[in-house]
């Protein structure tokens, strides 16, 4: 077994420097690295270039990487949920690739699988597609994509192995596990961190491969962004 | 004229038995209210679920099941998770057959715009142009006048483009209208609502063949 654990976050983002381009799991505020972007917002680093579907809120999430303007570029999906994003972007202080959710999650994924380009549908005919090269596949054009790398990825599991096996729960899966497979360094965080051997490898995710250096989040906020219920009859 | 609530009752027509269906944020999501009996679908979201149920209840809430409107969630039996790139396999590949999305405008060759407006509104395309891009049917549900009165549904749209040619139907708060490839075609009239009134507010050509019937809710 070859041992992943780091004792604290710390050590986790150890050899993070300013101007580096960061994965960051999650799906709004579902699955974030919640220890990995609250320690990132007290470092001082900034330039960054954070590839995330979302940006989190004013004050959660990336939007704390936000506030201190350690983020120079974004690459996402959808950031419709945090003004202070859409008063940077706006005004130009913030550079914004925004990209298909779809084309995102695969453009992680391919990384990782060592694809460094595909086409897709998506997008095509629209202003993503400038400047892509444009294909036809079975009557229907398609657009080239690449696909992107970092240097960090910082993604978040329910349980976790020593030996760096991940498992998430419900939709807190989402981008975490592309993520982990592209980032030329990946610190995950997890919940629940157990001896390698705890787990059952058929119900594994992640296979700890994708993972360099893991380790037990220490507290986890889970904020939940649009609290919808039903009545009880 | 059709509510919001009555718009998405309307397209719960369109269900087909045995079908999975991925809805959009908004007048979408309230589809799922009004299933009709004896029609089995199973819902997708994109964030990596599908088999979704209803809202939960009060102190059920798991930050860790959301959809894609980050609204809490509960799944139902036979559902499954998955990562992103697993979800948009299924979009992408055509599993999912049909998709239902908001739109700010449509235009009579099925361009549907709902992304981006220019120097003001700036939220991004989330996963609409995935699945725009892909499913075999897809239906906006959508107000037939923006705010300012002005009509949704054009001969040319003038926002960024989610999608070209896709949009298969529209059914909004005064008509139904199906995309052929000679332009829209008026389908049918919410109830109360003329054809002319219907002509009035809409700035494309509209095809009106004979009787144009009243929808039945």
Same mark, same amino acid.
């Given at each position: 077994m070859i041992n992943k654990v780091v004792s604290n976050i710390n050590e986790a983002l150890e050899g993070v420097e300013s101007n580096m381009t960061f994965m960051v799991g999650g799906f709004g505020l579902s699955g974030i690295p919640e220890n990995a972007i609250a320690a990132l917002s007290k470092m001082d680093v900034f330039g960054l270039t954070c590839i995330s579907n979302n940006a989190g809120v004013d004050d959660f999430g990336l939007g704390l990487l936000l506030q201190r303007k350690q983020i120079k570029k974004m690459i996402s999906s959808y950031v419709g949920e945090n003004a202070e994003f859409e008063r940077q972007m706006l005004s130009g202080e913030l550079e914004v690739d925004l990209i298909?959710?779809?084309?995102?999650?695969? +453009?992680? +994924?391919?990384?990782?699988?060592?694809?460094?380009?595909?086409?897709?549908?998506?997008?095509?005919?629209?202003?993503?597609?400038?400047? &892509?090269?444009?294909?036809?596949?079975?009557? &229907?054009?398609?657009?080239?994509?690449?696909?992107?790398?970092?240097?960090?990825?910082?993604? &978040?599991?329910?349980?976790?192995?020593?030996?760096?096996?991940?498992?998430?729960?419900?939709?807190? +899966?989402?981008?975490?596990?592309?993520?982990a497979m592209a980032g030329k360094i990946t610190v995950a965080e997890v919940e629940e961190l157990v001896p390698a051997g705890e787990l059952d490898p058929n119900q594994i995710h992640t296979p700890g491969i994708f993972v360099q250096r893991i380790l037990q989040g220490e507290k986890y906020e889970k904020r939940i962004e649009q609290r919808t219920i039903r009545k009880r009859e | 004229?059709?509510? *919001?609530?009555?718009?998405?009752?309307?397209?719960?027509?369109?269900?087909?038995?045995?079908?999975?269906?991925?809805?959009?944020? @908004?007048?979408?999501?309230?589809?799922?209210?009004?299933?009709?009996?004896?029609?089995?679908?199973?819902?997708? /979201?994109?964030?990596?679920?599908?088999?979704? @149920?209803?809202?939960?209840?009060?102190?059920?809430?798991?930050?860790?099941?959301?959809?894609?409107?980050?609204?809490?969630?509960?799944?139902?039996?036979?559902?499954?998770?998955?990562?992103?790139?697993? /979800?948009?396999?299924? =979009?992408?590949?055509?599993?999912?057959?049909?998709?239902?999305?908001?739109?700010?405008?449509?235009?009579?060759?099925?361009?549907?715009?709902?992304?981006?407006?220019?120097? *003001?509104?700036? *939220?991004?395309?989330?996963?609409?142009?995935?699945?725009?891009?892909?499913?075999?049917?897809?239906?906006?549900?959508?107000?037939?006048?923006?705010?300012?009165?002005?009509?949704?549904?054009?001969?040319?749209?003038?926002?960024? =483009?989610? @999608?070209?040619?896709?949009? *298969?139907?529209v059914v909004t708060n005064l008509a139904v209208l199906e995309v052929t490839n000679k332009g829209f075609k008026l389908l049918e009239r919410a109830p109360g609502v003329s054809v002319e009134e219907i002509k009035n507010a809409t700035a494309a050509d509209l095809i009106i063949e004979g009787e144009i019937p009243e929808m039945v809710l």
């Open positions: 298909p959710q779809g084309s995102l999650a695969e +453009r992680c +994924r391919a990384a990782g699988a060592g694809i460094p380009a595909f086409f897709t549908p998506a997008g095509y005919g629209t202003e993503v597609a400038e400047g &892509k090269e444009v294909r036809e596949y079975n009557g &229907k054009p398609h657009i080239l994509e690449t696909a992107l790398t970092a240097d960090f990825a910082f993604v &978040k599991a329910w349980k976790g192995d020593t030996a760096g096996n991940l498992i998430f729960k419900g939709t807190a +899966r989402n981008f975490n596990p592309l993520m | 004229m059709l509510d *919001k609530n009555q718009i998405a009752q309307r397209i719960a027509q369109e269900l087909e038995h045995n079908t999975y269906v991925n809805l959009g944020i @908004g007048i979408p999501t309230l589809v799922a209210n009004y299933i009709p009996q004896g029609i089995d679908i199973e819902f997708q /979201s994109e964030n990596g679920v599908l088999g979704m @149920g209803p809202f939960p209840f009060e102190g059920d809430e798991d930050p860790d099941l959301i959809n894609a409107g980050k609204q809490t969630i509960t799944t139902l039996d036979g559902a499954v998770l998955f990562d992103s790139a697993t /979800s948009f396999a299924m =979009i992408r590949g055509q599993h999912v057959q049909l998709t239902v999305l908001g739109a700010m405008e449509v235009s009579e060759n099925g361009d549907i715009a709902n992304w981006k407006i220019p120097g *003001k509104m700036v *939220k991004g395309m989330g996963g609409a142009m995935d699945l725009v891009a892909s499913a075999d049917n897809i239906i906006v549900a959508m107000m037939h006048t923006n705010r300012a009165g002005e009509s949704k549904i054009l001969k040319q749209c003038t926002l960024p =483009i989610t @999608g070209v040619n896709c949009v *298969k139907k």
